[in-house]
């Protein structure tokens, strides 16, 4: 498969989920949402089941409220015993094989001055992303519509750094995240700019296993601030690593997804992509 038709196949994918989201109570037929997306029914039927291995309609159940709400309701006690319990299988995924270190205020005020960042382009069942990497681990991953449009951001977030496109282990590691099949996978390292309330958050974020989501009251509580889900909010908006921190396991008390700095679209194809991975059918 192209990289053109990998990015024609994603947006026809998120074109689709966000179709079957908005015409969720309908329960559209796969000719609909086909049509909806223009492409056969057949061509679209396997385009699917390629990429997230289940059907379209099975697929649907994972973006109703009702499996939202089911899925809160085990979120703060599957967030608080994720690590103290022991689960294995790929539901850990996260937490297992992802660590987070912080750069030095030094290298957070000069803008990245004196940090070395290689980074590259790669396709993911979510569209493409740019990943970034010191000599400490990945510093950065991000969804973008255009490589340019990625390549800006970077430069604006490290001003001061020697940027140079390039691959290195680390993005090679962090990418193999995306794959159904994790048994080459090794520990991946991130390198972040980050206060120390921002970590915390984010190492709690690392204990939501796949296929499960929480709540931001969830988060602040499995962090002992449970008064401060507003502040949690902010932490989990500023997240500088697309999926390895998993951000878009969190919504909303009610159930509402909520926001998503990556679009509220790909949340949901995340989310049902990661349900139908662990076998999740509630």
Not at 1 to 27: C, F, G, V
Not at 109 to 136: C, D, H
Not at 224 to 236: D, E, F, I, L, W
Not at 262 to 268: A, D, E, L
């Amino acid at each position: 498969m192209t990289q053109q038709q990998t990015d024609i196949d994603y947006d026809r994918i998120e074109r689709a989920i966000n179709y079957i989201a908005k015409h969720l109570h309908d329960q559209p037929s796969l000719e609909q949402i086909a049509a909806a997306v223009h492409v056969s029914p057949y061509h679209f039927q396997r385009m699917f089941l390629k990429w997230a291995g289940v059907s379209p309609k099975k697929f649907a159940q994972f973006l109703s409220l009702s499996h939202a709400k089911t899925q809160l309701r085990q979120g703060g006690s599957v967030l608080d015993a994720a690590h103290a319990a022991g689960l294995s299988g790929g539901g850990r995924l996260h937490d297992l094989f992802v660590s987070i270190e912080a750069m030095t205020p030094g290298a957070y005020k000069r803008g990245g001055a004196g940090l070395l960042i290689n980074y590259g382009f790669a396709e993911t069942p979510f569209g493409q992303v740019i990943v970034a990497s010191t000599p400490m681990g990945i510093c950065h991953m991000a969804f973008a519509p255009t490589a340019d449009l990625a390549r800006a951001r970077l430069y604006q977030k490290f001003p001061a750094a020697s940027l140079h496109h390039g691959s290195t282990a680390y993005q090679q590691q962090a990418l193999m995240m995306f794959n159904r099949d994790w048994s080459c996978l090794r520990h991946i390292k991130l390198h972040l700019q980050a206060s120390r309330f921002q970590i915390k958050t984010w190492e709690a974020l690392l204990k939501i296993p796949m296929g499960a989501v929480a709540s931001y009251g969830d988060v602040a509580r499995h962090i002992g601030q449970p008064s401060a889900s507003r502040a949690v909010a902010t932490a989990v908006a500023s997240n500088p690593v697309a999926f390895l921190i998993p951000c878009h396991r969190v919504i909303r008390q009610n159930g509402v997804l909520g926001g998503y700095r990556w679009g509220v679209p790909r949340k949901q194809a995340m989310l049902g992509w990661e349900a139908a991975q662990t076998g999740d059918a509630a």
